[in-house]
C-alpha cells in the first residue's frame, strides 16, 4: 500500500510524477519549468532543474536583490502549480462522479424497461391467447390443427392445450413463494402391518354387507370404516354394494368404481374379503341394521357382534360416519388407511384418464392448481346460501331444499350462515381470495366441482384467472361418452387430478374436500390451502364497503391464510364427535408418525 500511495503523489518543486498515476498515461516524468538569462554576448535559453544538485550556482556579481526576485518567481511559480493541481483533481473527481450518476440512472432505466417489457409481453401472450380461445379457425401450417366447422368448445381448449398455446407466467408466483410447499421433515407414513402380526384366522363370526350410501367420498369413507368394523367382529366382508338413489342417480357398481381384485388381495392379512355371499349362506335372511353414527369400537363389539353371532348374515343400511375419529385402537386407525391409501384404487379406465388430464395441466412442465369450488345448486339448496344470487334463485334453491326429505334443516338464515363460515365461498369471493394470496391471472386452475349455480356467477372468477379447465374442457367429446350420466366416476377423475395438483385450494368442507386434503396430508403434506371463511368473508364486507384498501386487505388475507397450508399439526378433537376434525381429513394422529433422532 505504502509504494502505491508514493506512485500516485504528484510531483512539487521538481519531483517527478511517477507512472500508475490516474490522471496521465504514457510517460509521467516531469522536467521543470525554463527561464531565459541574457548576457553581454548573445541570448540563450538555459534549462535549469530548480533544486537540482547539478543546477549551477547563480553569478556572485548578481545583487541579493536578483536573487530574491528569482526565488520569488519560483515560488509564486510552484503556488500556481499547486493550485493548478488541486483544481484538476477536482475536476477529474467531478468527472467520476457523472459518469457514476449517469451509469445508474442508465442501469435504472434499463430494469424498468426491461420490467415493462416482460409485463407487456406477459400481457400480449395472455391477448393472445384469449384471442385464440374465441376464434373460430387456427392456422393448421403453424399449430398442426384446424378447427373443423362445429367443433365444439372443449376440443378447442384440448388442441391449444396439447400445441402449448395456453401458457402461464407460474414462474412470477414462484419467485413470490406462492407455490411453496408446507415443511414436513420428521414426519413419515406408519401405517404398515408389523412383522410379528398374527396370521388371519381363516374361522368367521359372520358375514356383513354393506351398503355404502351417498356421493363417491362418502361411500369411500364408509368402505373404509366398514372394513375396520368387520376387523373389529372378526367377521368376512362381503364385496360393498354402493348407493344408486342419491343425488347423483350414478348407476356405477363397486367393480366400475374400484380395483376389486386390488381390493381383496391389499386386504387378505387383515380381513377376509368375498366376491358374494357363499351358496350356504345366500338363502338366509340378512339381520338389517343401522349402526350408530360415530361409535367406539366396544359398541361393535357389545351391540352387534352378538347379533352376527346369531344371525351369521348382517345388513348395514348406512355406512357413513359410523365409526369414531377418535378414541379407537391404533391397529384399527392403521387399517382405516391402509384401506383408504393401498386398497381403494380407482379403476383402470379412470387412474389412466385422470393422469392424462393431468399431463394436459401441466403441459411445458407448468404447476396448476386444484380448485374446489362447491358453488353447485344442491350443495347451495342443502347449506341455505344465497349470497349474491337473485331473489328469483334464492326460491329455487329453498323450493329443492323442501323437496329433499332427508335434509333435515328447512329454514335457514343464509346471511348468518354466511358469517359463521357456513357457505361455500362464492365465485367472486373466490377471485378476490386468489388475488390477494398472490396468485397472478395467469395460474392454470383445474375445476374440481360441477356446474356453478347463478347466472353470471363465474364471470368475475373467469375474468380474473382465464386459465381455468375442468374435465370438460380438457377432453374430447368422445373421451367422455364413456363416463356420461356416471357422476361418481368423473369425481372419481377429478379426485386423481385434484390429488396431484401443485395446491389444492376448497372452498366448502365437504366430503371430496376431506379426502383430497386428508389424502395429500398422507402423501408428504402436499400443500392445501384451507380458507378462513370466518374472517376472511368479514374483509371482503369491508372491502366492497370502501372500509378498507386493497393493499391492507391483501395484506390480512395473507397473515389469515399463512399457517392454513396442509403443514403438520395433531387431529383437532371437539366437544361433539361431528364437531371433530374427521380423521380423513387429517389422519395424524394415527397414520402419520414423527420420527425422532
Same mark, same amino acid.
Given at each position: 500500500?505504502?509504494?502505491?500511495?508514493?506512485?500516485?503523489?504528484?510531483?512539487?518543486?521538481?519531483?517527478?510524477?511517477?507512472?500508475?498515476?490516474?490522471?496521465?498515461?504514457?510517460?509521467?516524468?516531469?522536467?521543470?519549468?525554463?527561464?531565459?538569462?541574457?548576457?553581454?554576448?548573445?541570448?540563450?535559453? +538555459?534549462?535549469?532543474?530548480?533544486?537540482?544538485?547539478? !543546477?549551477? @550556482?547563480?553569478?556572485?556579481?548578481?545583487?541579493?536583490?536578483?536573487? &530574491?526576485?528569482?526565488?520569488?518567481?519560483?515560488?509564486?511559480?510552484?503556488?500556481?502549480?499547486?493550485?493548478?493541481?488541486?483544481?484538476?483533481?477536482?475536476?477529474?473527481?467531478?468527472?467520476?462522479?457523472?459518469?457514476?450518476?449517469?451509469?445508474?440512472?442508465? +442501469?435504472?432505466?434499463?430494469?424498468?424497461?426491461? #420490467? !415493462?417489457?416482460?409485463?407487456?409481453?406477459?400481457?400480449?401472450?395472455?391477448?393472445?391467447?384469449?384471442?385464440?380461445?374465441?376464434?373460430?379457425?387456427?392456422?393448421?401450417?403453424?399449430?398442426?390443427?384446424?378447427?373443423?366447422?362445429?367443433?365444439?368448445?372443449?376440443?378447442?381448449?384440448?388442441?391449444?392445450?396439447?400445441?402449448?398455446?395456453?401458457?402461464?407466467?407460474?414462474?412470477?408466483?414462484?419467485?413470490?413463494?406462492?407455490?411453496?410447499?408446507?415443511?414436513?421433515?420428521?414426519?413419515?407414513?406408519?401405517?404398515?402391518?408389523?412383522?410379528?402380526?398374527?396370521?388371519?384366522?381363516?374361522?368367521? &363370526?359372520?358375514?356383513?354387507?354393506?351398503?355404502?350410501?351417498?356421493?363417491?367420498?362418502?361411500?369411500?369413507?364408509?368402505?373404509?370404516?366398514?372394513?375396520?368394523?368387520?376387523?373389529?367382529?372378526?367377521?368376512?366382508?362381503?364385496?360393498?354394494?354402493?348407493?344408486?338413489?342419491?343425488?347423483?342417480?350414478?348407476?356405477?357398481?363397486?367393480?366400475?368404481?374400484?380395483?376389486?381384485?386390488?381390493?381383496?388381495?391389499? @386386504?387378505?392379512?387383515?380381513?377376509? *374379503?368375498?366376491?358374494?355371499?357363499?351358496?350356504?349362506?345366500?338363502?338366509?335372511?340378512?339381520?338389517?341394521?343401522?349402526?350408530?353414527?360415530? !361409535?367406539?369400537?366396544?359398541?361393535?363389539?357389545?351391540? *352387534?357382534?352378538?347379533?352376527?353371532?346369531?344371525?351369521? *348374515?348382517?345388513?348395514?343400511?348406512?355406512?357413513?360416519?359410523?365409526?369414531? &375419529?377418535?378414541?379407537?385402537?391404533?391397529?384399527?386407525?392403521?387399517?382405516?388407511?391402509?384401506?383408504?391409501?393401498?386398497?381403494?384404487?380407482?379403476?383402470?379406465?379412470?387412474?389412466?384418464?385422470?393422469?392424462?388430464?393431468?399431463?394436459?395441466?401441466?403441459?411445458?412442465?407448468?404447476?396448476?392448481?386444484?380448485?374446489?369450488?362447491?358453488?353447485?345448486?344442491?350443495?347451495?339448496?342443502?347449506?341455505?346460501?344465497?349470497?349474491?344470487?337473485?331473489?328469483?334463485?334464492?326460491?329455487?334453491?329453498?323450493?329443492?331444499?323442501?323437496?329433499?326429505?332427508?335434509?333435515?334443516?328447512?329454514?335457514?338464515?343464509?346471511?348468518?350462515?354466511?358469517?359463521?363460515?357456513?357457505?361455500?365461498?362464492?365465485?367472486?369471493?373466490? !377471485?378476490?381470495?386468489?388475488?390477494?394470496?398472490?396468485?397472478?391471472?395467469?395460474?392454470?386452475?383445474?375445476?374440481?366441482?360441477?356446474?356453478?349455480?347463478? #347466472?353470471?356467477?363465474?364471470?368475475? @372468477?373467469?375474468?380474473?384467472?382465464?386459465?381455468?379447465?375442468?374435465?370438460?374442457?380438457?377432453?374430447?367429446?368422445?373421451?367422455?361418452?364413456?363416463?356420461?350420466?356416471?357422476?361418481?366416476?368423473?369425481?372419481?377423475?377429478?379426485?386423481?387430478?385434484?390429488?396431484?395438483?401443485?395446491?389444492?385450494?376448497?372452498?366448502?368442507?365437504?366430503?371430496?374436500?376431506?379426502?383430497?386434503?386428508?389424502?395429500?396430508?398422507?402423501?408428504?403434506?402436499?400443500?392445501?390451502?384451507?380458507?378462513?371463511? *370466518?374472517?376472511?368473508?368479514?374483509?371482503?364486507?369491508?372491502?366492497?364497503?370502501?372500509?378498507?384498501?386493497?393493499?391492507?386487505?391483501?395484506?390480512?388475507?395473507?397473515?389469515?391464510?399463512?399457517?392454513?397450508?396442509?403443514?403438520?399439526?395433531?387431529?383437532?378433537?371437539?366437544?361433539?364427535?361431528?364437531?371433530?376434525?374427521?380423521?380423513?381429513?387429517?389422519?395424524?394422529?394415527?397414520?402419520?408418525?414423527?420420527?425422532?433422532?
Amino acid at each position: 500500500m505504502a509504494q502505491n500511495g508514493s506512485n500516485s503523489t504528484a510531483a512539487v518543486d521538481g519531483v517527478p510524477h511517477r507512472l500508475n498515476s490516474p490522471r496521465y498515461s504514457g510517460s509521467m516524468t516531469r522536467r521543470a519549468h525554463s527561464f531565459k538569462r541574457k548576457n553581454n554576448n548573445n541570448n540563450n535559453e +538555459i534549462e535549469l532543474q530548480i533544486n537540482s544538485p547539478r !543546477s549551477p @550556482l547563480v553569478p556572485a556579481e548578481g545583487s541579493a536583490l536578483k536573487r &530574491n526576485n528569482l526565488q520569488h518567481h519560483h515560488n509564486h511559480h510552484v503556488s500556481h502549480k499547486e493550485k493548478r493541481n488541486k483544481f484538476g483533481h477536482w475536476v477529474f473527481f467531478l468527472f467520476c462522479g457523472v459518469c457514476l450518476f449517469l451509469g445508474l440512472l442508465k +442501469i435504472c432505466a434499463t430494469a424498468w424497461w426491461f #420490467r !415493462s417489457s416482460v409485463h407487456s409481453t406477459s400481457e400480449y401472450v395472455q391477448e393472445l391467447s384469449d384471442s385464440i380461445n374465441n376464434r373460430n379457425l387456427m392456422d393448421q401450417s403453424s399449430h398442426g390443427y384446424a378447427y373443423r366447422e362445429g367443433a365444439s368448445e372443449a376440443e378447442r381448449t384440448l388442441k391449444m392445450v396439447t400445441t402449448g398455446m395456453i401458457d402461464t407466467q407460474a414462474g412470477m408466483a414462484e419467485e413470490s413463494g406462492t407455490w411453496s410447499i408446507p415443511n414436513y421433515k420428521n414426519f413419515t407414513q406408519c401405517i404398515d402391518l408389523p412383522r410379528n402380526h398374527k396370521k388371519l384366522d381363516a374361522k368367521t &363370526n359372520g358375514y356383513i354387507l354393506v351398503n355404502a350410501n351417498g356421493g363417491l367420498n362418502q361411500m369411500r369413507f364408509g368402505i373404509c370404516d366398514m372394513v375396520a368394523v368387520a376387523k373389529i367382529m372378526k367377521a368376512t366382508l362381503v364385496l360393498p354394494s354402493l348407493d344408486h338413489t342419491s343425488y347423483w342417480g350414478d348407476a356405477s357398481g363397486f367393480k366400475d368404481l374400484f380395483e376389486w381384485k386390488h381390493f381383496i388381495e391389499t @386386504l387378505k392379512d387383515d380381513i377376509q *374379503v368375498v366376491e358374494t355371499l357363499p351358496p350356504a349362506y345366500a338363502e338366509i335372511e340378512p339381520f338389517s341394521k343401522t349402526p350408530i353414527s360415530w !361409535s367406539k369400537a366396544s359398541y361393535y363389539k357389545t351391540e *352387534v357382534l352378538p347379533l352376527l353371532k346369531q344371525h351369521k *348374515v348382517i345388513y348395514f343400511t348406512h355406512s357413513d360416519s359410523r365409526l369414531a &375419529n377418535n378414541g379407537i385402537p391404533s391397529t384399527i386407525q392403521k387399517l382405516r388407511c391402509r384401506v383408504n391409501y393401498r386398497a381403494l384404487k380407482y379403476s383402470a379406465p379412470i387412474e389412466e384418464f385422470g393422469n392424462k388430464l393431468v399431463s394436459r395441466m401441466r403441459q411445458n412442465e407448468n404447476p396448476y392448481l386444484a380448485l374446489h369450488l362447491r358453488y353447485e345448486k344442491d350443495m347451495l339448496a342443502f347449506t341455505g346460501c344465497s349470497h349474491n344470487l337473485t331473489a328469483e334463485e334464492d326460491d329455487e334453491l329453498r323450493q329443492m331444499r323442501y323437496e329433499v326429505g332427508h335434509w333435515k334443516e328447512k329454514e335457514i338464515n343464509g346471511t348468518e350462515r354466511r358469517l359463521t363460515g357456513g357457505c361455500p365461498l362464492t365465485p367472486r369471493e373466490t !377471485s378476490l381470495l386468489l388475488r390477494a394470496l398472490g396468485f397472478p391471472s395467469q395460474t392454470r386452475i383445474y375445476l374440481v366441482a360441477g356446474e356453478s349455480y347463478g #347466472r353470471g356467477s363465474m364471470k368475475y @372468477l373467469e375474468d380474473d384467472f382465464p386459465n381455468i379447465f375442468s374435465h370438460s374442457s380438457l377432453s374430447s367429446k368422445e373421451e367422455l361418452n364413456p363416463y356420461k350420466n356416471h357422476k361418481n366416476m368423473l369425481a372419481g377423475i377429478d379426485f386423481i387430478v385434484a390429488l396431484q395438483s401443485d395446491i389444492f385450494l376448497y372452498t366448502y368442507d365437504g366430503n371430496m374436500a376431506k379426502a383430497v386434503q386428508g389424502h395429500r396430508r398422507f402423501e408428504n403434506f402436499k400443500k392445501t390451502i384451507n380458507p378462513d371463511k *370466518v374472517n376472511f368473508v368479514k374483509l371482503v364486507d369491508k372491502l366492497d364497503e370502501g372500509k378498507i384498501s386493497w393493499k391492507k386487505f391483501s395484506s390480512k388475507v395473507k397473515i389469515l391464510h399463512k399457517d392454513r397450508i396442509g403443514a403438520p399439526y395433531l387431529r383437532e378433537r371437539g366437544e361433539f364427535p361431528k364437531l371433530e376434525e374427521s380423521f380423513y381429513a387429517n389422519p395424524m394422529p394415527g397414520c402419520i408418525c414423527e420420527t425422532r433422532y
